[in-house]
Structure formats: structure tokens, C-alpha cells
């Protein structure tokens, strides 16, 4: 199909500004959003009171819950508990594990959310899957994309600046999982979507060659809008193909083998750069690694505290971690010991 005949599936709105919480009244009262006011908004653990305090000024007849966390226990109570409600909308206020807990929790109940985000950790946004911890590892779950999208850059500044920064290693490694899309192409005849490339692209170019960075509201204006431009390029692709690659099987497989060792964006953001180095592409890779040390993100395993055994055991492991998804990892094919000779290159190279 043409690209120009494509349909993107875009949101009701999408807004990034300072006070967006407190302007949700006037969302809700678009009728196409809800009709007769039956709204519930679910609010996360860290600023909770503060959000709840918020939405009882702005929408009064609200029902709030909480979102303990971003496992799947939580998500399927709430949804249970917005099924019995017979809720129009649910609302969810909050992080990237509050908003995933809300998007599937809407997904069982059968209604659309609205996506209010107080911080910009990564693209899950508005992308059409939710990630969440089940049996004590962490999967991804199919789900619509959210119906509108608001971020509160109020909130933003006042979330943990590792957090707000691990975005732009999301972002960035996008122009990783391309280049794995392209080669999945050329060699195994993969279907690649032009369109999706395109956003995801383009999302990544935007930030990478800035010089401010999120004590700015330009800067979070566009990482915001990067974050969202991401996921929505997953929705053209009707996968995570072009913001995940290599450098997100890396991420998983340390998610699996070490957990707890660093955030979602960090690991993207040296994902993307090991891939960089594997793919022999100097000028890009300098370019990756200018922006995670612009933005004070983490370029080698030492930094997130994994020994270079450590790290080659996750490549190892990573190939495993997206059956039938091919990247450079899986191109190459590398033994265990070239790619700790790899590992050992890419440190010396790059190791403070």
C-alpha cells in the first residue's frame, strides 16, 4: 500500500506542557473522550497524594485508584475494578509502569485510556504494547494505543533526573533497531514499512545532536514528542521493530540474568552503542556515544556495574530473548569468546 494512502492511528490529542494535570477537565469533556462522565483515573505509588489532590480539584465525580506497581497482578485488579464500574474512560496518571499497569488494565475492561505522563523514562507512552513483571520476570503485552496523551512537564522536573534522562537512550537506540530492520530486509526478505522507519527515525535525528539537555523545557518538549513519535512508529509497524533491535535483546537478557542492575533507557542507550561497535559504523557509533555522555548516560557495561563476563554472558543470551527477530547479534553469529574479545574492544575503547 502507498504511504501515502496509510492511516496513521493517531491519538484524539497529544500536549506537552506545564500544568496538563490540572487542565485533564477540560480532555474529559471533549464528548468523544467521554459522554456521560463516568471517568476513573488510576495514579501510581510515588506521587499519588499529589496527583489525587490535583484530579479532586479538576474532576470531582473522578474515581481514583492506585497502582500499586507495574506487574500483572496490579493491572488485572484494576481492570476487574473497572469493569465493575462500567467506567467511559480510565485516566492513567503517572510513569511508565503506572501508564502500562493502565493500558492493559483498559485493554480487559474493554475501554480507551487517556495517558497522562509525569515522567519521559521511555517510549511506552503511547506504543501499542505493555510491559509489565509477571512470575518474576518481565514481559510485553499487546494493547491499544492510548485514545489522548498529555505530559505535565511540571512533574517531569521534579522526577529523578536518571529517569528523565534513560528517555533519550531510548530514543536513540531506535536508530539501532533501524538498521537491524533494514538488515532483516536485505537478508532474510523481512517486509520493512517505510512509514515506521521514517518516525522512528526521525525521532532519535532530533535529539541526538542537541547540546541542552532536560533542566530544559525545549529539550523536554522534544524528547517528549520523540518518545511519542517512537511509539506511534510502532503502531504503523504493527510491531516494536523500529524501536527494538539488538540493543533491546541486550536489555532484556540483562533484565534476565541481572535484574535490578540498571533502567530500561541506560541499557537501550549501551545496547545501541555495543551494536554500533559490532556493525563497524565509526561515525554513527560516535555519534551515539557523544549523546549518552552529553546526557550523563552510561556507554560501557562498567557503568552500570557488570564485569565484561557479565555483559558477554547477555549477548550471549540476548538472540534468545526475541526468537525469530534477526539483528546484527544474529548475523554475526559470534562465539562466546569473540564476542568477549568484542566486549574487551568495545571497553578499552570507550571505558572512562
Given at each position: 500500500m502507498p504511504l501515502l494512502a496509510r492511516m496513521l492511528p493517531a491519538p484524539l490529542t497529544m500536549e506537552v506542557r506545564r500544568g496538563a494535570v490540572a487542565q485533564l477537565g477540560a480532555l474529559l469533556a471533549d464528548s468523544r473522550v467521554a459522554t456521560s462522565g463516568r471517568v476513573a483515573v488510576a495514579v501510581g505509588p510515588g506521587q499519588g497524594d499529589h496527583i489525587e489532590g490535583l484530579i479532586a480539584l479538576t474532576l470531582s465525580e473522578a474515581e481514583v485508584f492506585r497502582v500499586a506497581d507495574g506487574s500483572v497482578d496490579a493491572a488485572v485488579s484494576l481492570g476487574a475494578d473497572l469493569r465493575k464500574g462500567a467506567y467511559e474512560v480510565v485516566v492513567g496518571v503517572g510513569g511508565g509502569r503506572t501508564i502500562d499497569a493502565t493500558k492493559y488494565a483498559a485493554s480487559l475492561a474493554g475501554i480507551p485510556m487517556v495517558a497522562v505522563a509525569t515522567n519521559l523514562s521511555h517510549d511506552g507512552i503511547c506504543s501499542p504494547t505493555a510491559s509489565l513483571v509477571y512470575e518474576g520476570g518481565k514481559g510485553s503485552f499487546g494493547v491499544p494505543m492510548p485514545l489522548a496523551i498529555l505530559v505535565d512537564l511540571d512533574f517531569v522536573h521534579t522526577a529523578p533526573d536518571a529517569l528523565v534522562r534513560s528517555g533519550v537512550g531510548d530514543v536513540v537506540s531506535n536508530l539501532s533497531a533501524i538498521e537491524d530492520w533494514q538488515l532483516a530486509n536485505v537478508e532474510r526478505g523481512?517486509?520493512?514499512?517505510?512509514?515506521?522507519?521514517?518516525?522512528?527515525?526521525?525521532?532519535?535525528?532530533?535529539?541526538?545532536?542537541?547540546?541542552?539537555?532536560?533542566?530544559?523545557?525545549?529539550?523536554?518538549?522534544?524528547?517528549?514528542?520523540?518518545?511519542?513519535?517512537?511509539?506511534?512508529?510502532?503502531?504503523?509497524?504493527?510491531?516494536?521493530?523500529?524501536?527494538?533491535?539488538?540493543?533491546?535483546?541486550?536489555?532484556?537478557?540483562?533484565?534476565?540474568?541481572?535484574?535490578?542492575?540498571?533502567?530500561?533507557?541506560?541499557?537501550?542507550?549501551?545496547?545501541?552503542?555495543?551494536?554500533?561497535?559490532?556493525?563497524?559504523?565509526?561515525?554513527?557509533l560516535a555519534q551515539v556515544v557523544d549523546c549518552l555522555r552529553q546526557h550523563q548516560l552510561p556507554v560501557t557495561p562498567g557503568d552500570i556495574g557488570l564485569s565484561v563476563e557479565q555483559f558477554t554472558e547477555a549477548v550471549m543470551l540476548a538472540p534468545s530473548t526475541r526468537p525469530g527477530r534477526y539483528t546484527i547479534l544474529e548475523h554475526l553469529r559470534l562465539s562466546e569468546s569473540e564476542v568477549r574479545d568484542r566486549v574487551e574492544s568495545y571497553v578499552r575503547a570507550f571505558g572512562s
Open positions: 523481512e517486509p520493512i514499512d517505510g512509514l515506521a522507519c521514517s518516525m522512528a527515525r526521525t525521532s532519535a535525528e532530533a535529539l541526538i545532536g542537541r547540546r541542552d539537555s532536560i533542566e530544559s523545557d525545549a529539550f523536554l518538549t522534544v524528547l517528549a514528542e520523540s518518545l511519542i513519535l517512537s511509539g506511534m512508529s510502532m503502531v504503523i509497524a504493527g510491531s516494536s521493530r523500529p524501536s527494538s533491535g539488538g540493543d533491546h535483546e541486550i536489555l532484556h537478557a540483562v533484565d534476565q540474568l541481572f535484574p535490578g542492575t540498571s533502567n530500561h533507557g541506560e541499557l537501550a542507550g549501551i545496547g545501541a552503542a555495543f551494536c554500533f561497535f559490532l556493525r563497524e559504523d565509526e561515525a554513527r
